[in-house]
């Protein structure tokens, strides 16, 4: 299959602890990548990988996976993570397609 | 540090073709650990992968839009372009031209995979209008 699941929105109070999914049969094999997308902006890269962080990125943001679902965990949630989230990965039915969730819209309360 | 920046046309007449050119700097598209991808995102809408080259020429396009895409690559000028012929409306978008490195996880058995996009380029906004 070469669809990934995200659902739509998810709200979290400020410094409380979130936690974003994301399914699909793909991520029984493939680890999910992460990207935040602030309006008017371009997605950025924050977990790759088992859970790697790149440069730049805080290390409230971590990256986990069990079964068919990824997620991505912001721990103590701040004011500036409110963003989009979509995740990311490749299809692994033998096929090439590069997959992406539908989007996570997070509000931080 | 790697950047990437579209380039091209921000109109385009129903019809015709799109053209963009992704110009990469601070290292070479020529590099064999990466794949260079189009990314489009239709306003308020989510992402969607257009398709991917390898420098060698290599291509992979979405089964979606397969029958309209054609991606080069220059390696000379370190650019990778994007051709969508026959557009509508429904290819109003924002355009970002991305990185992709991969790797298999060999503590894993068998090994999992992974795949990330980073950097992006900034996006380019093109409309499909008369």
């Known amino acids: 299959s070469s669809e990934l699941t995200q659902d739509p929105a998810v709200s979290v109070a400020l410094g409380q602890t979130v936690r974003i999914t994301c399914q699909g049969d793909s991520l029984r094999s493939y680890y999910a990548s992460w990207y935040q997308q602030k309006p008017g902006q371009a997605p950025v890269l924050v977990i790759y990988?088992?859970?790697n962080r790149p440069s730049g990125i805080p290390d409230r943001f971590s990256g986990s996976s069990s079964g068919n679902t990824a997620s991505l965990t912001i721990t103590g949630a701040q004011a500036e993570d409110e963003a989009d989230y979509y995740c990311?990965?490749?299809?692994?039915?033998?096929?090439?397609?590069?997959?992406f969730g539908g989007g996570t819209k997070l509000t931080v309360l | 540090q790697v950047q990437l920046q579209e380039s091209g046309p921000g109109l385009v007449k129903p019809s015709q073709t799109l053209s963009l050119t992704c110009t990469v700097s601070g290292g070479s598209i020529s590099s064999g650990d990466y794949y260079w991808s189009w990314i489009r995102q239709p306003p308020g809408k989510g992402l969607e992968w257009i398709g991917y080259i390898y420098y060698s020429g290599s291509t992979y396009y979405n089964p979606s839009l397969k029958s309209r895409v054609t991606i080069s690559v220059d390696t000379s000028k370190n650019q990778f372009s994007l051709k969508l012929s026959s557009v509508t409306a429904a290819d109003t978008a924002v355009y970002y031209c991305?990185?992709?490195?991969?790797?298999?996880?060999?503590?894993?058995?068998?090994?999992?995979?992974?795949?990330?996009?980073?950097?992006w380029g900034q996006g380019t906004l093109v409309t499909v209008s008369s």
């Open positions: 991305a990185r992709e490195g991969r790797y298999f996880d060999w503590l894993t058995s068998p090994p999992w995979r992974a795949n990330w996009f980073d950097p």
């Open positions: 990311n990965s490749r299809d692994s039915s033998g096929n090439l397609h590069v997959v």
């Open positions: 990988g088992k859970n």
